[in-house]
């Protein structure tokens, strides 16, 4: 069984309806270790800006057999997240996922997919933009081309502007994955050493979630109106209880480059970072 | 305005039904600093005792002026749970609340209300009562007698058995809340200054849960069903990230006495306990 790229390309949007709660807005913010009462307290709350990527979403639709893809070796590349308006706390909220791009790296490499996502409140004002580059490691050399693939922002080669140090929970994962992704790697050790980790990681997106609040924090002025586009791909995984520090470089008209390492084992976890601000 | 006993006694049962997700199981985990993944893991997933606190909850009810009470003035005095099953994970649960018995302590010390709460699945199953003495400090004086309210239970003077140490994150409120107690006191600094309170306090209820943990832990070798009732009496609070020591000592037929001490300011915050384990 392989990817057949007129089948997915073809695959008709996948339509997810969310009722949000202030509770839900909350639990996202303390699943991304959010201290500020801005995202913690339902009588002056703000929606997180990289919450985006929990609304709408349709869950993992790769186990599909008729997609026909390696499933099991599928990972999260990279993610682009664009705010077209502030995020509501409560409300409709309505997902609609395609496949908007497939590259092929080749058969030893694998396959790119661009699954892109429009979110929408039910007055149908659009929220975000939501793209996922996800890496199906099995499924290259499907007789497609690499070329077009989105290119990664390059970083200066300079010291960083600013410099963001945040802790993240030893139960992080286990209030992020309330959000949605209860994929056990992320809670059960022994799922985590079958995937070659040494203990349950962290989501990848409560990562990003981490570095949202640290761009928020240092060139936002903690106002999540501001942050507009959070673009970055995933390096290495965290480890619940680790520290995210998120180094930050000005670029020109409010635009950021940034990356991430954990302190603990001085490890790049995320890279090519991009951000846009107003 | 005052109470008028003959009122609040013939009040008809508040009906509470509450749709029970393993979410909220979880969340409320979370929300006492459970570690455990028999807790945290929906697909092993085991109920706290202690969280037949927030089953079939009717909320505050005290505000209703019907009630004739000073409810600004009332504190969670004491808590008694006596467990008839298991709780569930998950499912329809119906809690019936009425006030079951009034003391009078005095003009100038308050009343005492008993209020009682059974708990049921929706099969009919009791799975527990959760009496909670009520400490009215502005309504005492109402005619009543202060004869027949609970007996503390006496702590041995001697040596405790065993002492369990457990550590509350500084967001333990801030997770607590979401299982269904959003009053500001526990997350709004103004409102604890108002209340003369150094900053947020902890749930009284959420030290209770983080108790039942120790509880549990101790004597109950981690199996929630082994834990059949928890009494005791809030003493002070806790604030979030102090460190809770529970002192335990043994008495016969796998009954309990307890209390409970933050370390950092080596206060008394639960006293009088009172467990039965099997």
Redo the contacts between chains.
Sequence with gaps: MAIDPDTLLAMPPIVTRQRLTR?DT??YA?GIGA?E?DF????RLKALPTMAVTLGYPGFFWRDPALGANWQKILHGEQSTILHAPLPVEGEIIGSTMIEALYDKGAGKGALAMVTREIHDRAGTHLATSRSMTFLRGDGGFGGSSEGAPVPHPLPDRAPDAVVTLAT???QA??YR?SGD?N?LH??PEVAAGAGFDGPILHGLATYGAIGRALLAARCAGDPARLKRIDGRFSAPVYPGETIETSIWDEEGGKLAFRARVVERDRIVFTNGYAETA
Tied chains: 1, 2.
């Excluded at 913690?40 to 009588?43: A, I, Q, R, V």
């Design positions: 509770r909350i639990l303390l201290t009462l913690l307290f339902e009588e929970a030893a139960n286990q209030i309330l209860l056990p809670i059960d």
